[in-house]
Every structure is written in C-alpha cells, then in structure tokens.
C-alpha cells in the first residue's frame, strides 16, 4: 500500500538529496516500504521522493560501493558518517530513491486514494 512516511533528513544529507548528489540513504531498520513516499525539506523548499529499493548490507559495502551515491565526497567521508550515527550496527539498511516532479496536492491525492 503506496504511504507517505517520514524519513528524517539532517541538512547535510537535505542539501545533497535536493542538490542531486544523494539518491540513497542509509538506516538501522527498513523506514518503509518500496514504492513509498517521502518529503525533504531543505531552505524552506520542499520535494518529494518516491523509494524506488531497499538493500540489507553492512557499512563497509557501503563505503566501498555506495559513498557516492550516499552523497559523500570520498568513501571514509560516508564511513565516518555512518559510524557517527550507528556506532554499533555493521549491518544497515540502504533506501534508494528519486525525486517525484508531481505537485503536492496530486501527491496527497495518490497517497490518499490508495488506500
């Protein structure tokens, strides 16, 4: 069933999501499900973004792999991120997403009529 969820956002990951440099993010535990909804917020703007997968990998796979499209200027620039926020997890959870170019209200519609 198509949600609109909440994935929070600090402004250094906002700003990368907007700027087109981040399209995945990373959590301790799936924050919804494929095909959900979320919104970003950065300098009184906000857009949307649909999560296109999900993937279940530790932060080392991350780092080697997935750093850029974390946003992340160099691999130990994402790990040292990572292990800031989840010093004690190996295992996490990679959010893959893009940006919808659908005006809110047709957004809020989508969702709401899915149910």
């Not at 190996?90 to 005006?103: A, S």
Request: charged letters at 25%; hydrophobic letters at 40%.
């Amino acid at each position: 069933m198509l949600q609109l969820v909440t994935i929070k956002m600090n402004d250094w990951s906002a700003s990368r999501t907007f700027g087109g440099f981040k399209i995945c993010t990373s959590r301790a535990e799936p924050k919804c499900d494929v095909g959900d909804i979320f919104p970003v917020e950065y300098s009184g703007m906000k857009k949307y973004y649909k999560v296109l997968d999900i993937w279940e990998v530790d932060k080392n796979f991350i780092s080697k792999f997935l750093w850029r499209l974390e946003g992340a200027e160099s691999p130990q620039e994402i790990l040292q991120i990572l292990n800031g926020i989840y010093p004690d997890k190996l295992i996490l959870y990679v959010h893959f997403y893009n940006e919808i170019d659908i005006p809110e209200d047709i957004i809020l519609q989508m969702v709401n009529n899915h149910d």
